[in-house]
Every structure is written in structure tokens, then in C-alpha cells.
């Protein structure tokens, strides 16, 4: 790795997969001060996890910034009710600071729950809670009492860790909600779908396909949640865990309290959803239907798939990709999805990935494939001209780095607006891929040897 010039303390964090060879990426870290790394906060990855959750109130106990970064901060559609898409904050202000502001916190939580009448309630502690020691616990437990709704203290102090120990906070406050509603009518052959946010109404078609095969799904969590569903989630009979970096905690409490195993699954590609369908039907070994149901509805959907596939492969054939993502999992997922148009990953990294993500990375890869782990904007822009990139799949933060060194760009983030999960989302994809890439207004990029000049270059007429 001499030869990449990347910082020393970063270098046990970048690797290149090669024939033969065990590659170890450390990972589950601390970012590099001053590397100014791609990760968001404790604070937003537990917001992230709990924002879906639709007829719940969402109050952050902070200053108004904190509120105002995470505000509608992922698509997550509903179907019902939109309170979860209105960001209510405490406001600390300076005062506040010097005196606390567990008053002001039980005011505001007492008149919001008043006014909107929510199922229940998330409270987010943020930095500045933890530097002045508000006992938020104590608040949502008087508040409980007194209004008779759960409130739930959120522990997401940002600087308590990384973007991965938000999911945990969510995680234990999830773990206080399950198991306090009636099981009574859930069905033999049930589950719960954990770690799908519904970014842009993929649970739904999830659900279908589910449903279609004869499964009965108890709760969502979180995408399109609601806050009865997740009471009672305890009476399903299996976890089907997609995101397994948010969500492997709750499901390891539920088998550890409840005795409801758990399985991962991504619905991102064909091979990886029609996989989802095969698990949870196999699962169900006495109703041989399901699994028969579940055939028909992947090759209904790969048979009408196919030949709008098979058209872009001709054109993407032999194209580079880089993959950088917040979980592992999509990443993995993603270099299927490419390799069936044709595209070879050359860099794959994420923001949350544990070593065994990594190593499944380095199967799937070919020799010479960059493996990151929490890169920053310079790794990233490095890699991706040094390997001839000619897509990039990213976040939000991801994109003007593509832009600014000439390369295409698919939005796999989640604030997007398009489905990309299920057989459907396979086709978005794609064209998604397939109009990025072969956009015509790449021939305008300096790095591609267009006659795109600087705007420093530029001649400007001098009036006379």
C-alpha cells in the first residue's frame, strides 16, 4: 500500500484485495481527528434508525442546529400519519447552559404531547446535554406518569462515539418499546422486517412479496413504524434483519428476551432479494406452500426483468465502479448488482463495516479492489482517479466529489427519492447506472482527455 501515499495512522484501514491472501481491514474505530471523515454523529445515527417511526413525537433536547441537521433527514414515507417528519427542539440557549435545561425539556415535551397526541415519545439527548448533565432519564419518566405514554430518553450524546453507537441508542430505546402490547392474533407464520427505513416506499413492496408468499409481517422497524406494531413485535416468530449494522442489537435482544432467532438478508439486487424470499420461506418448513409461492414470484419478476438488463450489460460492459456507503451490507449487495450489468468494482468501502463484512468484500472482489474503511474525501478522490473510476456510489456527502474529478454518480443514500430495493429497484437501478455512465457530458471532463477548459483559462472580452 506504499505506493497509495495515505496517511500512516489510516493505513491498517485501506488494503487491496489480492489473490491468496487474507486481507484484515481495521475497523469498528474512532475517525482520525482532522481527516475529516465521511461519518455522521452518535446523535444522527440514532435518528436516522428512529425518525420513521410515524406517530411518534421526536423531540431533541439541544440546540436548534441539531435539530435542523437531522430534520427530514430520510425520506421514509408513511402511510398514514407525517408527525415524525416535523423536528421539534428544546433550543438550548446559553442561559440554559449555565443553569440546565431539564425545565425547559418537561415543558416542551408536556405541550407538544398536549397538542399532538403522539403514541409515544423519543427524547435525543445531544452534546451539549451531556457536557451540562440534564437528567433526561428522570424528565421522561415523570412525563410517563403524568401523561401516560412512554417517553424514551434517547442516549446519543455526539461525541459519545461513532455514527455505529447511534444505532445502538436506538437500538436500547426500541428494546424499552418491544414487549408491551398484546401478541393475541398474530398468526403461526409471522415476522418482523428490521433495518429498512422505507426511503422511498421499498417496505411496501417488501411487504407484498412477503404477504404474496403467505408471511404475516407483525412490525416494520422503522420504515412506515408505528408504535403499537412495535409493542407487539415480541409475537413474531422470526427477525429478518436487513441492515445489520443498525438493527443486530435489537434483534439479538429479542432472541436473547423473547426467543425469536433472526436472520440478515439485503434486498438490494436480484440474487440477494430473491434470497430474502428463499431464507424466510425455508424457515417455515411446515407450510411447504410458501416456499412454492415464493418461486413463482421470483421468476415472474427476474423473467421481466431480464431483457431490459441484458441491453444495459451490453452498454456497461467493462465500466469501473467505486462503491462507498454507510452499511457494509449494501456494499456487498452492490457488487453483485454490477457485476450483473457487466461493471467491475475497484474500490468498495463503508462508514459502519465489521471484519466480516470486509472479508465478504474481499471474496467478491477481484485482485486490485481498494477495501475502505470511514475514508475521507481525499482517499476517496485519489482512489477513484488513480483506478480510472467511471461511476461512483455514494451518499450525499459522496457527491460533489464525483462531480469535482469528472465521474458519474448514483445516488444509494438516504435522502434519495427512488426505489432502489426489490426486483423493482433492480430496474432503477440500472437505469439509474446506465444513465449516469454513459451521460455524453463526461466527454466535457479534463480527465477524460475532453476539451473542457479551467475557468481560469477562459478569455473574457474587454469591452470597448
Same mark, same amino acid.
Not at 2 to 28: D, T, W, Y
Not at 198 to 207: D, P, R, S, V
Not at 342 to 347: A, C, E, F, H, P
Given at each position: ?10 493505513? !491498517? ?18 475517525? @482520525? ?13 440514532? !435518528?436516522?434508525? @428512529?425518525?420513521?417511526?410515524? *406517530? ?20 421514509? @414515507? ?12 428544546? +433550543?438550548?440557549?446559553?442561559? +440554559? ?69 447511534? $444505532?445502538?441508542?436506538? /437500538?436500547?430505546?426500541?428494546? !424499552? ?11 403461526? /407464520? ?7 427505513? =422505507? ?9 407484498? $412479496? ?12 422503522? %420504515?412506515?413504524? !408505528? ?13 429478518? &434483519? ?29 440474487? +440477494? ?61 452492490? &457488487? ?5 450489468? %457487466? ?10 463495516? =465489521? ?10 472482489? *477481484? ?10 474525501? @481525499? ?9 480510472? &473510476? ?17 465521474? %458519474? ?18 430496474? =432503477? ?11 455524453? &457530458? ?23
Amino acid at each position: 500500500m506504499a505506493e497509495m501515499r495515505i496517511l500512516k495512522e489510516r493505513e !491498517r484501514q485501506i488494503g487491496q484485495v489480492s489473490a491468496g491472501e487474507e486481507l484484515k481491514i481495521l475497523c469498528e474505530k474512532k475517525s @482520525l481527528a482532522g481527516s475529516v471523515s465521511q461519518r455522521a454523529c452518535v446523535f444522527c445515527g440514532s !435518528r436516522v434508525v @428512529l425518525y420513521p417511526i410515524a *406517530d411518534a413525537l421526536h423531540l431533541v433536547h439541544g440546540p436548534v442546529g441539531c435539530a435542523a441537521y437531522t430534520w427530514d433527514i430520510r425520506g421514509s @414515507l408513511s402511510s398514514g400519519g407525517q408527525l415524525h417528519r416535523m423536528s421539534f427542539s428544546t +433550543d438550548l440557549q446559553e442561559r +440554559d447552559v449555565v443553569f440546565g435545561g431539564a425545565d425547559k425539556l418537561y415543558s416542551a415535551l408536556v405541550e407538544l404531547i398536549d397538542t399532538y397526541q403522539p403514541k409515544a415519545a423519543f427524547v435525543y439527548a445531544t452534546c451539549i446535554v451531556g457536557l451540562i448533565g440534564d437528567d433526561v432519564e428522570a424528565v421522561c419518566k415523570r412525563v410517563t406518569l403524568e401523561k401516560g405514554i412512554t417517553v424514551l430518553p434517547v442516549h446519543s450524546e455526539g461525541f459519545r462515539g461513532t455514527k455505529k453507537d447511534g $444505532y445502538q441508542a436506538a /437500538c436500547d430505546a426500541l428494546a !424499552r418499546l418491544t414487549g408491551t402490547g398484546s401478541t393475541q392474533g398474530v398468526g403461526p /407464520c409471522s415476522i418482523n422486517i428490521l433495518g429498512d427505513f =422505507n426511503l422511498a416506499g421499498e417496505i411496501w413492496m417488501i411487504k407484498e $412479496y412477503y404477504q404474496k408468499m403467505g408471511i404475516e409481517v407483525v412490525s416494520t422497524i422503522t %420504515g412506515d413504524g !408505528r408504535v403499537d406494531d412495535i409493542r407487539k413485535a415480541h409475537g413474531a416468530k422470526l427477525n429478518v &434483519v436487513q441492515c445489520s449494522g443498525s438493527m443486530t442489537k435489537l434483534a439479538e435482544h429479542m432472541k436473547q428476551t423473547y426467543s425469536i432467532p433472526y436472520i440478515k438478508v439485503s434486498y438490494f439486487g436480484i440474487e +440477494d432479494m430473491a434470497d430474502a424470499l428463499y431464507q424466510v420461506a425455508e424457515f417455515f418448513p411446515a407450510y411447504p406452500q410458501i416456499l412454492e409461492k415464493a418461486k413463482v414470484i421470483v421468476q415472474t419478476e427476474v423473467a421481466a426483468l431480464m431483457p431490459e438488463l441484458r441491453a444495459y450489460r451490453t452498454a456497461l460492459n467493462g465500466k469501473k465502479a467505486a462503491i462507498y456507503v454507510g452499511g457494509a451490507f449494501k456494499a456487498v449487495s452492490l &457488487v453483485r448488482a454490477l457485476r450483473l450489468l %457487466g461493471m467491475k468494482t475497484v474500490l468498495a468501502g463503508s462508514q459502519t463495516g =465489521n471484519p466480516k463484512d470486509y472479508a465478504q468484500l474481499q471474496d467478491l472482489c *477481484d485482485p486490485g479492489t481498494v477495501i475502505i474503511d470511514d475514508a475521507n474525501p @481525499l482517499e476517496l478522490s485519489k482512489f477513484i482517479k488513480e483506478k480510472d &473510476v467511471d461511476l461512483l456510489i455514494g451518499g450525499v456527502k459522496e457527491r460533489p466529489i464525483a462531480y469535482k474529478v469528472g465521474v %458519474g454518480f448514483c445516488d444509494h443514500n438516504h435522502e434519495r427519492k427512488e426505489a432502489l430495493a426489490g426486483f423493482v429497484g433492480m430496474r =432503477n437501478f440500472a437505469r439509474e447506472v446506465y444513465s449516469s455512465v454513459m451521460s455524453p &457530458v463526461w466527454r466535457f471532463s479534463s480527465r477524460r482527455g475532453g476539451d473542457y477548459i479551467p475557468f481560469r483559462e477562459t478569455v473574457v472580452c474587454k469591452a470597448h
